[in-house]
């Protein structure tokens, strides 16, 4: 089934509004802090959450919010993360819930919860309070660029997608949003992403799509080996679009979960490429494993090794690295059949904030084999330079144990990664 990109991020779909406002959580906070998003019908509704057992008190609410299979709105605040903050953390997402739901006429319970930022400090509620009126009354269609600003931290550039697909021949559009910079691992990583859609389905089949496409999107990408407190990704789906709601894993299921890959999948990518201090993209790509399962362990075992992740800052083909990497992921592989190449990754759409015109495709550059079925390869170091300078960089491995493939998407290194989390409190 064809599937379209489209603006919007997540007022894309019909029926849901968004907005963000400036309410001064952090006091030299210029940027919108405080992110609302509405649908004007009730929602089915899932989430995914940190695996991390150190829970910030919004995750532990909007779980208790979501167990019913229903939610209508979403309110995310930057700037303070609101966990280990003792007995008066829960006590304040509890009123951002009630608050918002004042503003919006509905329930408490169908409010997801959500902050990101320092951990620590006590959330200083009476501004988000005070704000949330001015926060609904400006939701719109055109609100998602406020809101996709809002949720930020040490991102450096906002990100959003949003697709379409035909579904029981009704067009169907999902969009989303999410920020993640820094504590980001494998099981999702300081990462908020908010997905809409006007899909009909089921609320039992809407959490089961968000599992699958989970497990190959965010799930494999990796900036530094920490996993934070406060890991939340929700979707919501109103049924607007006016399919026969999905109630089993039939054609428009399989639709649907193509479509939801697709979008979270250029997520995944942004996230990795905005990695804090990172100059480029790494996406390791492992074909020929004994199944795809396998195949991801690899892949993420790869674009997770500090080794891996600083020689490629240096841009040193050190080829070893990844080699070592495969060999401690606990996966069974061949390594006597095995082949390592580095290509230049197709960075489209990744390396900015952008999703309208994508520039013109970089120049064509021949893959360089560095390793071939277990034997070391002479090679051109210029033409891998060449590669590795570039700010999109691919690792190829071919194994020859079976038909799984598999994708994960990381970062390099850098400096200046030591230098944002050296004073990232102060």
């Known amino acids: 089934m064809t599937r379209q990109s489209r603006e919007g991020g997540v007022t894309a779909p019909c029926g849901f509004t968004a907005h963000g406002v400036l309410c001064g959580i952090k006091a030299d906070c210029t940027t919108p802090d405080l992110a609302l998003i509405f649908s004007e019908r009730p929602c089915a509704a899932a989430g995914v959450f940190t695996k991390n057992r150190v829970q910030a008190e919004c995750v532990r609410l909007t779980r208790a919010h979501l167990a019913d299979g229903r939610a209508q709105a979403v309110i995310v605040n930057s700037g303070n993360a609101n966990a280990c903050t003792g007995p008066t953390g829960a006590s304040h ?35 988000i309070e005070g704000a949330v009126g001015v926060l609904a009354a ?5 609100g998602h660029a406020a809101a996709r600003q ?14 379409q697909c035909v579904i029981d021949g009704k067009t169907v559009t999902i969009g989303a949003m999410c920020k993640g910079s820094g504590m980001i691992h494998i099981n999702l990583g300081t990462m908020l992403a908010f997905v809409t859609t006007d899909c009909a389905i089921s609320a039992e089949m809407l959490s089961r799509a968000l599992s699958d496409s989970v497990e190959h999107t965010f799930n494999c990408v990796s900036v530094d080996g920490d996993t934070s407190t406060n890991d939340t990704l929700v979707i919501l789906a109103n049924g607007m679009a006016g399919n026969r709601e999905i109630t089993q894993e039939d054609e428009s299921y399989r639709t649907f979960v193509a479509a939801l890959d697709d979008v979270q999948t250029v997520l995944a990518k942004k996230i990795a490429a905005d990695g804090e201090g990172a100059t480029k993209l790494i996406e390791c790509i492992v074909t020929g494993a004994s199944d795809d399962a396998t195949a991801r362990v690899l892949a993420k075992a790869v674009i997770s090794s500090n080794l891996v992740k600083a020689a490629l ?4 083909a050190n080829w070893g690295r990844i080699l070592c990497a495969l060999g401690y992921s606990g996966a069974s592989f061949t390594p006597e059949r095995c082949s ?42 210029r033409a891998v330079l060449h590669i590795l300078g570039s700010a999109a960089v691919q690792i ?31």
Request: glycine fraction near 8%; include cysteine; hydrophobic fraction near 40%.
């Open 93 to 127: 997402a509890e009123r951002m819930a009630a608050c918002t739901a004042a503003a919006l006429d509905i329930a408490p319970e169908d409010v997801a919860v959500c902050s990101t930022g320092v951990i620590g400090v006590p959330l200083p509620i009476e501004k």
């Open 138 to 142: 400006g939701l719109s269609k055109e």
């Open 150 to 163: 809002a949720i930020l931290t040490t991102d450096t550039r906002y990100k959003e997608a949003a697709t």
């Open 313 to 316: 800052f240096g841009q040193d």
């Open 340 to 381: 390592i190449l580095f290509a230049r990754a197709d960075d489209r759409a990744y390396s900015s904030g952008a999703d309208s015109a994508a520039p013109e495709q970089a120049e064509h550059v021949q893959p360089v084999v560095v390793f071939e079925n277990g034997v070391p390869q002479q090679f051109d170091e």
């Open 396 to 426: 190829q491995v071919m194994l020859a144990d079976g038909n799984g493939s598999g994708c994960a998407w990381g970062c390099d290194l850098t400096y200046d990664y030591v230098k944002i989390n050296g004073a990232y409190r102060t």
